[in-house]
């Protein structure tokens, strides 16, 4: 089994930075991607960015050139660097975590950007 522990959310200005990070403890051999997605009320948990362990990133179009996701595979740690943040990115964070797909999802973070 695998846990996932996301921390770093709150609120910011437009236009302004977050970093979140997401803390992966257990059966850390079982992962091999570890990713951010995000969700508000009503719609559909979206994929955020993705990173393998060998250093595969994706990101969704919304987020390119602002956010960055990175990986340190000795503490089983995945970040998300979040810049010029839009109201739009309101919405819970959540870290997610598997082998070949995410299996394990942490409990959300909050993110709240303000006009």
């Known amino acids: 089994q695998v846990q996932v522990v996301e921390s770093g959310g709150g609120l910011v200005q437009a236009g302004g930075s977050l970093r979140l990070s997401c803390a992966a403890s257990?059966?850390?051999?079982?992962?091999?991607?570890m990713g951010w997605y995000r969700q508000n009320p009503g719609k559909q948990r979206e994929l955020v960015a993705g990173?393998?362990?060998?250093?595969?990133?994706n990101y969704a179009d919304s987020v390119k050139g602002r956010f960055t996701i990175s990986r340190d595979n000795a503490k089983n740690t995945v970040y998300l660097q979040m810049n010029s943040l839009k109201p739009e990115d309101t919405a819970v964070y959540y870290c997610?975590?598997?082998?070949?797909?995410?299996?394990?999802w942490g409990q959300g973070t909050q993110v709240t950007v303000s006009s």
């Open positions: 257990g059966s850390i051999f079982s992962i091999n991607v």
């Open positions: 990173i393998t362990s060998g250093g595969m990133t």
């Open positions: 997610a975590a598997g082998l070949l797909r995410y299996e394990y």
